[in-house]
């Protein structure tokens, strides 16, 4: 299994008014080339996360009552391992530990079965000229079960809204004697922005992807291995 960092996912809640956001500042992501040969020879594999919230808030009766409700819909759409709540001078600290799948759906269609409202998706890439070369794609993206989950924090509190796009970083490594080729755009690569990034992956690569047109689209990235 590989690791999936949430890291820093902040979500601010203010009493009395009730004022709820939740985006995470950075998800971290870690895959090796062979976890996507795997899945795609048709292996069933799940990812380990960990998650931080930083949450500002009142510690009285009607917060943590929000909190044990909040952990009762995650466990049921997530496999969490651990879900630790810590009381600070300003708020709240909680972290999550658990696992979300890594699947295959090759026209991109989310699997039915899938019951995290988040999952990491490869599928096919149908696109021609340049980017032909890379015959698949490989997405963090909400699932077919995003609206239920997002429906049922609702119903603690109508302002209470994951949002569906995330700002990643996702960093890949080459294991064995595999060949990884990506490309990709609008990306962070070791701390330099880049407009364009296409490379033969030797080691490993850190791919930063978040803000601007990532509010509202998917982050994707291209990619072949051998």
Do not use: H
């Not at 924090?153 to 060949?179: A, E, F, V, W």
């Amino acid at each position: 299994m590989k690791n999936i960092n949430f890291k820093k996912l902040v979500c601010l809640i203010i009493f009395p008014l009730v004022l709820f956001a939740c985006k995470a500042d950075e998800i971290e992501v870690s895959i090796k080339s062979n976890d996507l040969r795997r899945v795609l020879s048709g292996d069933t594999l799940s990812v380990e996360f960990e998650a931080e919230l930083n949450m500002m808030a009142e510690n009285n009766p009607e917060t943590k009552a929000q909190i044990r409700a909040i952990e009762k819909i995650i466990d049921k759409y997530i496999l969490v391992e651990e879900f630790d709540v810590t009381a600070g001078d300003f708020g709240f600290q909680i972290k999550i530990e658990g696992e979300m799948p890594l699947i295959y759906s090759p026209n991109g269609s989310m699997v039915q079965s899938v019951r995290s409202p988040w999952a990491m998706v490869i599928s096919d890439n149908r696109s021609r000229g340049s980017l032909s070369g890379f015959p698949y794609k490989l997405m963090f993206s909400s699932t077919s079960q995003f609206d239920a989950f997002s429906g049922e924090l609702n119903k603690i509190n109508l302002l209470l809204s994951p949002d569906r796009r995330q700002p990643i970083k996702l960093k890949l490594r080459r294991t064995g004697q595999d060949r990884l080729r990506i490309f990709t755009g609008s990306v962070e690569v070791f701390g330099e922005s880049r407009v364009l990034y296409e490379a033969d992956i030797e080691k490993r690569v850190s791919l930063t992807m978040k803000g601007g047109v990532y509010d509202r689209a998917r982050q994707v990235i291209f990619f072949s291995v051998k």
